[in-house]
């Protein structure tokens, strides 16, 4: 059965540094992972998605990199900023013929002005 | 506006009350889902969906029924609700390698 943590699962930090966060996965048999970002009360956002076969992907201030056979994907958040405070959600899809998406606990991230 | 579209987005239920939670996609995409998140939790998948007639079990399936009449709908039903089934809800859809499209959820409450 496929698990993910998330580490940590708060996080805060004065506005303007870089940050990482953190997603491991028990099964290596993944297609691909795919960071998400949820604002109170609301629904998931799509940041990245990264197939198996990638080893990151970048958009704007955000990069996910993944280590498949170490079960292993950061986010990397440069320069951050207030608006970017959110729960930040990893999940993986499973392996051909599993189309499940499992997801992490989430990293409740808080970027003081 | 193309998406995933659940309704309602709040509902209160008393305890053995039984409801539908409807979902909608307009992308003619193949697979949905159900999932449901609970405070402070990831979200854990109910049933979902490979194509109109076929549905399958996830991880918490106990206490909900789904169906998939159609590609466009998929929704979740909850029969003798109970306290444990108060959580948000949400629906979601993807089409092959792409990213997954998520809606806007439904929060419920079982008092």
């Known amino acids: 059965k496929q698990e993910v943590t998330q580490i940590p699962a708060a996080l805060s930090v004065p506005e303007g540094e870089n940050l990482v966060l953190n997603c491991s996965f028990t099964?290596?048999?993944?297609?691909?992972l795919q960071w998400f970002r949820q604002d109170p009360g609301k629904g998931l956002t799509s940041l990245l998605l990264?197939?198996?076969?990638?080893r990151e992907q970048t958009s704007g201030r955000l990069n996910a990199s993944l280590d498949k056979s170490s079960g292993r994907s950061t986010l990397y958040i440069a320069a951050s900023q207030p608006g970017d405070s959110a729960t930040y959600l990893c999940?993986?899809?499973?392996?051909?013929?599993?189309?499940?998406?499992?997801f992490g606990t989430g990293t409740r991230l808080t970027i003081i002005p | 506006n193309a998406g995933v579209t659940q309704t309602p987005k709040f509902r209160i239920l008393k305890i053995g009350q039984s409801m539908t939670l409807q979902c909608t996609q307009d992308?003619?995409?193949?697979?949905m889902y159900w999932y449901r998140q609970d405070p402070g939790m990831g979200l854990k998948l109910i049933y979902y969906?490979?194509?109109?007639?076929?549905?399958d079990k996830g991880e918490v399936p106990n206490g909900y029924n789904v169906s998939r009449s159609t590609t466009e709908d998929f929704p979740l039903r909850l029969e003798l609700a109970a306290p444990s089934q108060t959580s948000v809800y949400f629906c979601?859809?993807?089409?092959?390698?792409?990213?997954?499209?998520f809606g806007s959820g439904t929060r419920l409450t079982v008092v």
């Open positions: 999940a993986v899809r499973g392996g051909f013929g599993n189309e499940k998406l499992t």
């Open positions: 099964d290596s048999a993944i297609y691909n």
């Open positions: 990264i197939q198996s076969s990638q």
């Open positions: 992308m003619n995409h193949n697979y």
């Open positions: 969906s490979v194509g109109a007639g076929i549905t």
């Open positions: 979601a859809s993807l089409a092959g390698p792409t990213s997954y499209t």
